[in-house]
């Protein structure tokens, strides 16, 4: 049973079209990270949440932390192109280590 | 270069054969984290370092599987004796200190490795 559970595992939409990927628990985090992985490549961090109900915008990037901090959200307003990778959410529950969820591979169609 | 490098980036391993992949950490970063990413899924944690002391090893798979980091700069993960089921991206990752709610990890290209 996966800790952390992201939805949807794969979206494919149009450029310009808005999208939501959600990550949920049953456990309580300290702490959420969002990261976007592209082949061949190592996650990046995108955005650290840390209190509930906390509200983050990166760009045409939104990221919500649930009011419990076991959920987060991340919205993409008009998606183009570039916006294309793997989204991982990943939660601290003690100490240093991640535990991520299965991602969200998103493909953005010109 | 400034970032995480790990070598080599592609390991072929006929099964039952030992691999040591290596990582660089970022220079001063004085956590490093050893992650498993199996194909179309999230990584999973194996190890951690605080310095040269191993403090968790709680999701290493078997004891097929070792990491040191002797200096507490470069750490190498051996896997002994190669299982198909070993195939997956090997990811490194480094912070700059011990840890923390906020902490970013820093992670490297990965070692992808496949066993035959």
């Known amino acids: 049973t996966q800790l952390l559970e992201q939805s949807p595992q794969f979206l494919s939409i149009q450029e310009g079209e808005n999208l939501t990927v959600y990550c949920n628990s049953s456990?309580?985090?300290?702490?959420l990270q969002w990261y976007r992985q592209e082949p061949g490549e190592g996650p990046v961090l995108l955005v650290t949440?840390?209190?509930?109900?906390e509200v983050k915008k990166l760009k045409r990037l939104t990221f919500q932390f649930g009011d419990a901090r076991k959920d987060s959200s991340l919205h993409i307003t008009a998606a183009q192109p570039g916006d294309t990778g793997l989204y991982l959410c990943a939660g601290v529950l003690g100490g240093s280590r991640l535990t991520f969820g299965e991602g969200t591979q998103l493909t953005v169609n010109p | 270069g400034a970032g995480v490098s790990q070598s080599p980036r592609y390991k072929v391993a006929k099964r039952g054969q030992d691999v040591a992949l290596r990582c660089d950490p970022i220079s001063g970063h004085v956590s490093l984290f050893w992650y498993q990413q199996a194909l179309g899924q999230g990584p999973e944690f194996l190890t951690y370092?605080?310095?040269?002391?191993?403090?968790?090893k709680s999701g290493l798979p078997s004891d097929r599987f070792f990491a040191e980091r002797p200096e507490g700069s470069v750490s190498t993960l051996k896997i002994q004796r190669t299982q198909q089921e070993d195939s997956a991206v090997y990811l490194c990752a480094s912070s700059l200190t011990p840890g923390g709610i906020t902490d970013t990890q820093y992670f490297g290209p990965g070692t992808r490795l496949t066993v035959l």
């Open positions: 949440v840390v209190t509930g109900g």
């Open positions: 370092f605080q310095n040269e002391a191993q403090l968790d």
């Open positions: 456990s309580v985090f300290s702490s």
